[in-house]
């Protein structure tokens, strides 16, 4: 175990940060509860279309102005009045509200919301993103998933601890300039995969518009 904004935090065996060699973890079987297994020559063509489109990101991330991306940041908590940055997850065990992750090597932040940040914090950190899940939408226009990233990725914190988890997560994404923001999908309770897909969230990754 090791410490990482003040918690315990599992290590893995291929790094706490994410890179090309750790970014993919094949499973034949589908994660979307159907049963279905995947064939040699859909995992190999998936597998090439993800390590594609994981390129044409980092590369993305690589052309953005990180000092724009700070200024984006600062003046978002100073429009919402409501986000402070922390340093400790500890006491936010069992605390609900809204929480901002930042990856400044990538100029890209996260918006989400939890009925205990600690917990949905480390819950990030502890996931692979879904083998099939990986692209969401096409190759060329799918943002990364949040969850392909690992602890050391997440570089600072901000939280809004409340009660109120409904009808404000949209409006903070809505607020945040898009081309920095990891989100895939409109904030909320979603129904389900069919919801999800109808809004989700792609970007031109051949610029940064």
């Known amino acids: 175990m090791v410490m990482h904004f003040g918690v315990n935090i599992r290590e893995k065996t291929d790094g706490l940060k994410l890179t090309r060699d750790n970014y993919i973890k094949v499973r034949d079987k589908s994660s ?7 064939s040699e020559s859909f995992i190999n063509k998936h597998k090439e279309d993800s390590l594609y489109n994981y390129d044409l990101n980092i590369e993305y991330f690589r052309l953005l102005s990180k000092k724009e991306f700070n200024n984006e ?13 922390i340093t400790d997850l500890a006491p936010l065990n069992k605390v609900s509200g809204y929480y901002i992750m930042v990856l400044d ?4 932040a996260y918006i989400g919301r939890s009925e205990n940040i600690k917990k949905r914090m480390q819950d990030h950190w502890a996931k692979q993103k879904e083998f099939d899940r990986l692209i969401f939408g096409g190759k ?14 997440t570089t600072r914190i901000f939280v809004h601890p409340t009660n ?9 994404i809505n607020l945040f ?7 895939r999908t409109i904030g909320g309770t979603l129904s389900g995969v069919i919801e999800a897909i109808n809004n989700r969230k792609t970007r031109k990754l051949s610029d940064r518009g």
């Open 32 to 38: 979307f509860g159907t049963g279905k297994v995947y």
């Open 73 to 85: 940041l600062i003046q978002f908590v100073s429009e919402t009045k409501s986000f402070k940055e």
């Open 105 to 108: 090597e990538y100029a890209q």
């Open 140 to 153: 060329e226009t799918s943002i990364l998933s949040i969850d392909s990233f690992r602890a050391y990725d």
């Open 164 to 172: 109120e988890l409904y009808g404000h997560e949209d409006n903070f």
């Open 177 to 183: 300039d898009k081309k920095y923001l990891l989100n």
